[in-house]
C-alpha cells in the first residue's frame, strides 16, 4: 500500500546523506509513527476514491481545520473561509472520481481544491465590490491563497503532528530561540539526543511541506 | 569531526539553519559547496515557515453539520463529537513521555501558545482520556489538540509509548509504542534510531522498573521491530522497555549491557 503514495519525493534525502562516519550519523529513515501515519493517509485516500462515506467524515475531521486555517489566513473573514471550507469538501467528494491515490495523497488534492475556493472567493469579492461600489471591509495584504500562507499552515500541522519530545524540542528551537546546548539543560536529555530530533523533526516538516503543498 | 571534501552534516545544516553558530571549518564548507547552501537553504526556509507559522483555527462544528447536508450523508458518516473521540485519541500525535517527563511538561507548557493535552487517568482498559485546557471560545483549537482528537486509526490504538533513551556508552535513541488492537491482541512497536555496532545482535525485554524481573520478547533485527505481547503480560508490572546488546554465546539471559531503555506511559 505505501507503494501508493508520492513514492520518490518523500525520503528523497537517504540516497543523498553525506558520507560522515558511522558514529555521527544516525540513520535516516522514517520512524514507525510516521510511516503509520503514511499508511493511514493512503488508505484514507484509497477509502475516499472508492466511495466511502466514513471517508469523507474521516477526511474531514483530519483536514478541516487545515482547509479553514488556510481560508481563514488567506480571505481574513471567518464567514468566507467556513463557506470555502465547506465547498472544499462538497466539491472533493463530489469529484472523486477525479482522485488518483496513486498519483497524490489525499491532503495534498485537498490543498488544491482550496487553493482554487480560495481564489474564487476573491474573485467574488471583488466583483461583489465592483457591483455594490462598496468599500472592502477587510484590507486586503494577501494574494489569492498565497503560497507562503499554504506552506506556513501545513508546516503548523505537522509540527502539530509530532509527538513529545519532539515537538517541545522543535517549539525551545524556534520559539524561544534556545541552542541544541540549551535545550538539552533544560529537558535533561543527551546532545545527540536532541540534535538528531532537531535533524530528523526538521525534515519531516520539510517533507510534508514539500509533499502536500506541491500540487499547484 | 569532518575531513577533506566531506559535505557538513545534515545535523550541523540543522543547527545552522535554526541560527546556531558552527565552527569555522564548517562555515567555510557550506559557503562554498552548492550542495550544502542548497540544503541549508531549503531548512532555513523551513524554519521560517515555521516560526510564523501559528496554530491551526478548526471550523466550527456547523460547518460540518453543512457539508453533511449538502452530500445528503447518512447517519454513518457524521463525525462523532469530542468527547466521544476523547478516549479514542491515539499517542502519536499527542504526548510521548521521557524519562524525564516533569522537565519536559513544564518547558512545553510555558511556550506553547496553543493549548495544552493533559493525560486523565494513568490508564483504564488500554485507553485514556485527555482533557483540553485554555481552547478560547472553543474555536482557537490548539493544534495539539486538533489532531489528538481527531487522528484516529480505525483499527488500532496506542495505549502507551516510551522514549528510548541511551545507556552510557551507547549514542542511540529510540521509540517504543504498544498498539492495542480490537481484537484485544496487543504489538510492541520498537524503533531504533542512532549508530549500534553490531557484532551480536539486539533483543527486546520488558523490565520491571526495579529490574528484579524481565520478559524476553525477541530480537530486534535492523532498526524497527514488532513484538506480539502474550495476553496475560501486565504492562504495568513490566512497564520498562530495553534493548539489549547480546552476543552469540548461547547464554540466553539478559548481557546486562542495555544499548537503550525506557518507562512505557499511557
Known sequence: MS?????SRSWRSSSEDPPVSASEQPTVRASAARDEDREAVDRLGLAFAAGDEAAVREAYERWSALVHTIALRSLGTVAEAEEVTQQVFVDAWRSRHRFDPS???????????????????????ARDRRLSGAVPPVRESVGAADDRVVDRVL????????GDPQRTILRLAFYDDLT????????????GTVKSHLRRSLARLRTRWEVDGALR | MRSGDEHVDDETLTLLALGEDITADDRAHVAACARCTAELDALADVTDLA?????????????????????????????????????TATATSTTTSTATTP????????????????????????????VAAGAAAGLLVGAAVTWGLVDRTPATDVVATATLDPLPG????GSAEVEEHRDGSRVLVVDLDGDVD???????????????????????????????LPAGLDLHEFSVVDVSEEQFDGNPAHSGDSIVRGPLRA
Open chain 1, 3 to 7: 507503494s501508493l503514495v508520492a513514492p
Open chain 1, 155 to 162: 508546516v503548523a500541522d505537522e509540527l502539530a503532528r509530532l
Open chain 2, 170 to 173: 551507547w549514542d542511540a535513541i
Open chain 2, 198 to 228: 553490531s557484532q551480536g545482535f539486539r533483543e527486546v525485554w520488558l523490565l520491571r522498573p526495579d529490574v528484579s524481573g524481565l520478559v524476553s520478547l525477541g530480537t530486534l533485527e535492523g532498526s524497527s521491530g514488532r513484538f506480539d
Open chain 2, 103 to 130: 522537565p519536559a511538561r513544564r518547558a512545553g507548557s510555558s511556550d506553547s501558545p496553543g493549548a495544552e493535552v493533559v493525560p486523565l487517568a494513568p490508564r483504564r482498559r488500554g485507553r485514556w482520556g485527555w
Open chain 2, 51 to 87: 516560526r510564523s507559522a501559528g496554530d491551526l483555527v478548526a471550523p466550527a462544528p456547523h460547518v460540518w453539520d453543512a457539508v453533511a447536508a449538502e452530500l445528503g450523508l447518512g447517519a454513518q458518516a457524521r463525525p462523532t463529537t469530542s468527547t466521544a473521540k476523547a478516549g
Open chain 1, 103 to 125: 498519483r497524490a495523497r489525499l491532503p495534498a488534492w485537498l490543498v488544491g481544491i482550496t487553493r482554487h475556493a480560495v481564489a474564487d472567493a476573491h474573485e467574488r469579492r
Open chain 1, 180 to 191: 541544541h546546548d540549551q535545550i538539552a539543560t533544560r529537558l535533561d536529555l543527551p546532545l
